[in-house]
């Protein structure tokens, strides 16, 4: 499903494709690309399932799959969840100031008394 979304051409045929079913020949003359080259981007979308195509007389139609839309939603928004999640953990230590960790500065400072 990623792979299938992972190119801006991809992704343009699925959202016009939401909007109503088209005609492949349709989706491919609004693209500065061959009609072969259309047709390979939405077999790559079918087999994701995000597409459907259907045979009406000598025209393949597309149309966008809603449910692995949904599906593919819910997965990201799963995603986004765990990576905020994990950013928010890491904003949490990286604002803690640690008493036991000696700064820079104190680091590099020879104890007083110390070989004077």
């Given at each position: 499903m ?7 051409t991809r992704r343009?045929?699925l ?5 109503r079913?088209?005609?492949v020949s ?22 994701a399932?995000?597409?459907?195509k259907r045979?009406e007389?000598?025209?393949r139609?597309?149309r ?9 939603r ?22 803690e100031?640690?008493?036991?960790r000696?700064?820079?500065e104190d680091s590099?400072r ?7």
């Amino acid at each position: 499903m990623f792979h299938a979304l992972a190119t801006s051409t991809r992704r343009d045929i699925l959202r016009r494709t939401i909007e109503r079913e088209q005609s492949v020949s349709a989706l491919a003359s609004e693209y500065d690309m061959s009609f072969a080259a259309v047709q390979k981007h939405v077999s790559v979308l079918e087999a994701a399932d995000l597409i459907v195509k259907r045979a009406e007389g000598r025209e393949r139609l597309v149309r966008a799959n809603p449910e692995m839309i949904a599906r593919a939603r819910a997965l990201l928004a799963r995603y986004e969840e765990l990576w905020r999640s994990r950013i928010a953990r890491l904003d949490d230590l990286l604002a803690e100031a640690p008493a036991d960790r000696p700064t820079t500065e104190d680091s590099t400072r020879t104890p007083t008394g110390e070989g004077d």
